[in-house]
Every structure is written in structure tokens, then in C-alpha cells.
């Protein structure tokens, strides 16, 4: 299990081209998936970070972005190995969401239990939003 104190941690992209540091607002503990659309076919765990939270070190011009739907939720992308490393959120656009993958020492795998929020059903968008479900992990180790 990772450590949910955890509150700055430096992290990148795959191939590198970006890396950054980042403080977060409550270590780990927002950890969590999103089954809208987008964020099912992405797959990613992320956690939260203020605005200024997030310090690009290197790359900053190898990061593209993607919007949809509203256009609220700004997702940030290495141009060269197509990894997401953060986006702005649309529940709350005074927070980022971090890529747990793209943190150093991390893995999405560290999680037994991730929640699933709702974004299928916004509040945004007259939905009732909240938890949709859990994401569980077992090792096969623990399995066996």
C-alpha cells in the first residue's frame, strides 16, 4: 500500500520528454477513477493538487491537451509517448487531477481499493454524480 501521507512528489511521462513536481492537497487519499466517457477509455487513477500545485521542470513544450464535452476539464498529454499526466477537473476547476501512474515510486496496482465517481451522471449536468462503485485490486500473490 502506498503512502497516503504523501504530500510532494516529483513524476513524468513515459519517454521522459516531462517531468515534473507536484504538491498534492491530501496526499493520496483522493485517489480515485471516473467512468465518464473519456476517463473509461483512459483507464488512470488520479489524485488532487491546487492549481499552483503542479511545477513543470522539463517539457513543458511537449505537453498537449484535449477537451470535450463542456470543454471545462483540460487534459494534459506528452505530445511524444501519448501518457496523461494531469488534468484541470471539471467537478472542481480549482483543482488538478494527477496521473498516479506518472508519480514516482507509485502504481496504480499500490491500491486495493479505488472509488469510481459518477461522471456519467455530473452534477453538472443534472446528474446526481457521487460514487458509482469500488475498483479492487488483488494480487495474485494475495490470491493464491
Same mark, same amino acid.
Given at each position: 500500500?502506498?503512502?497516503?501521507?504523501?504530500?510532494?512528489?516529483?513524476?513524468?511521462?513515459?519517454?521522459?520528454?516531462?517531468?515534473?513536481?507536484?504538491?498534492?492537497?491530501?496526499? =493520496?487519499?483522493?485517489?480515485?477513477?471516473?467512468?465518464? %466517457?473519456?476517463?473509461?477509455?483512459?483507464?488512470?487513477?488520479?489524485?488532487?493538487?491546487?492549481?499552483?500545485?503542479?511545477?513543470?521542470?522539463?517539457?513543458?513544450?511537449?505537453?498537449?491537451?484535449?477537451?470535450?464535452?463542456?470543454?471545462?476539464?483540460?487534459?494534459?498529454?506528452?505530445?511524444?509517448?501519448?501518457?496523461?499526466?494531469?488534468?484541470?477537473?471539471? %467537478?472542481?476547476?480549482?483543482?488538478?487531477?494527477?496521473?498516479?501512474?506518472?508519480?514516482?515510486?507509485? %502504481?496504480?496496482?499500490?491500491?486495493?481499493?479505488?472509488?469510481? =465517481?459518477?461522471?456519467?451522471?455530473?452534477? %453538472?449536468?443534472?446528474?446526481?454524480?457521487?460514487?458509482?462503485?469500488? =475498483?479492487?485490486?488483488?494480487?495474485?500473490?494475495?490470491?493464491?
Amino acid at each position: 500500500m502506498p503512502d497516503m501521507d504523501i504530500q510532494q512528489n516529483q513524476g513524468g511521462c513515459h519517454c521522459g520528454a516531462v517531468r515534473f513536481r507536484v504538491r498534492l492537497s491530501d496526499g =493520496l487519499r483522493t485517489a480515485r477513477r471516473c467512468n465518464c %466517457s473519456f476517463c473509461r477509455m483512459r483507464g488512470a487513477i488520479a489524485v488532487s493538487a491546487p492549481l499552483d500545485g503542479l511545477t513543470i521542470l522539463r517539457g513543458a513544450d511537449a505537453l498537449t491537451i484535449y477537451r470535450f464535452g463542456t470543454g471545462t476539464a483540460v487534459h494534459h498529454f506528452c505530445r511524444y509517448c501519448g501518457i496523461y499526466t494531469h488534468h484541470r477537473r471539471r %467537478s472542481n476547476p480549482d483543482e488538478l487531477g494527477v496521473n498516479v501512474a506518472c508519480l514516482d515510486g507509485i %502504481s496504480p496496482f499500490d491500491f486495493a481499493e479505488v472509488a469510481i =465517481l459518477d461522471g456519467q451522471n455530473h452534477e %453538472s449536468d443534472g446528474g446526481a454524480g457521487g460514487v458509482a462503485g469500488m =475498483l479492487c485490486h488483488v494480487s495474485a500473490a494475495a490470491s493464491g
